[in-house]
């Protein structure tokens, strides 16, 4: 059942919207790029920050590099010392995209002001928070390259890049919430929100473990090369047999959620869209994994399967704040225009 709210939906709120919308796809265009860096082992394409090789536009070819630039740059680049200009801009590009989601989250902080007026005072303060944690995110960024892509370093900043996605879709759900609430018994929305906290939990465990694996595949990439592809999975040990069994655990807690909520009040609503999407985005998880098990882990199917686990994740958020709409989005977002 679904009840009506007087809305007076500003330009204010539009623009605040919007913003945070396209904010979260540029997100997700820089876990792409993350991804693409990762799979190609671009990762210290640039050795130094935020410089790459001591200079602002990265160069195209080693006679723009300084005479002893191997000498400088030997130890980081780890033997890699031939300058390889594809990694190079690879990474350079994925600073700058970087660079660009703190600008668009800085102007969905500035969009954000005329909430403090309303009764939406909260968006202000998690778009704060959401713009300081970027900022933590880019230093974060610079340490991972000083420590030469540490495996705890590069976790973190996976788990930090989760949180801000989350943080983004909540904003960009309290604010749309302007018209209309679902309506459900309270015995039913607890429940769906148990069982989807429970699904995001795993969820959000298969990411950290898929991040340890990768880290595996990195040491056996450093003893066999990337012309052995064909031979990566077979090294990986039992991390990655524990990874892929348990998406199995994920696939049959997803299918449950789902058709708890198509057989619910919200399976009518915009959370049954937005969970069957879900569903849909982890079977294409799915296939992504099964390519690289087997078929030599194909470069184009690790940043896929990356930004679809993030994908997934970020919907069943999505899902649950609508689930929980009169909970944690409780005020419509109204916001008067300024005089």
């Known amino acids: 059942m679904i009840s009506s709210i007087p809305p007076t939906d500003s330009k204010a709120n539009r623009r ?22 990762r799979s190609t082992g671009a990762g210290m394409g640039c050795p130094d920050w935020p410089k790459c090789f001591g200079r602002w536009i990265p160069p195209t070819e080693a006679s723009q590099l300084p005479a002893n630039y191997k000498e400088l740059y030997g130890a980081k680049l780890k033997g890699e010392v031939i300058f390889n200009p594809i990694k ?13 989601t703190g600008i668009m989250i800085f102007f969905t902080l500035l969009a954000s002001i005329p909430f403090l007026k309303s009764q939406n005072k909260k968006i202000f303060f998690y ?27 590069v976790t973190l900043h996976m788990l930090l890049a989760i949180v801000i996605v989350m943080m983004l879709l909540y904003l960009f759900a309290r604010s749309a919430l302007s018209r209309k609430v679902i309506k459900v018994s309270e015995e039913k929305r607890r429940f769906l929100s148990n069982i989807g906290l429970i699904v995001m939990s795993l969820s959000l465990f298969q990411i950290l473990l898929g991040t340890q694996v990768r880290e595996v595949m990195d040491e056996v990439i450093k003893r066999l ?18 990874h892929r069994s348990f998406s199995l655990i994920i696939f049959g807690f997803n299918v449950y959620w789902n058709r708890s909520i198509a057989k619910s009040e919200v399976g009518a ?9 879900c569903f849909a985005v982890l079977i294409a998880e799915l296939c992504t994994g ?19 686990a993030i994908l997934m994740i970020g919907l069943q958020f999505l899902v649950w704040l609508i689930v929980n709409g009169n909970k944690y989005l409780k005020y419509p977002a109204i916001v008067q225009p300024a005089v």
Not at 19 to 27: E, G
Not at 269 to 277: F, H, N, Q
């Open 127 to 153: 778009s704060l928070a959401a713009f300081l944690l970027v900022g933590f995110q880019g230093w974060l960024g610079a340490k991972v390259v000083s420590f030469e892509l540490a495996p705890v370093v």
């Open 88 to 100: 190079t801009w690879t990474e350079y590009v994925n600073r700058l995209l970087g660079a660009f």
């Open 225 to 242: 090369g990337y012309e052995a592809r064909n031979n990566w999975i077979d090294e990986l040990g039992i991390k990655f047999y524990v």
């Open 16 to 37: 605040f919207r919007r913003l945070a919308l396209n904010t979260v796809i540029t997100l997700y265009f820089l876990i792409i790029a993350g991804g693409v860096v």
């Open 290 to 308: 099964i390519l690289m098990a087997y078929l030599g882990v194909p470069p184009f199917a690790q940043p896929l399967h990356l930004t679809f």
């Open 269 to 277: 609503t915009v959370a049954g869209k937005i969970s069957l999407a």
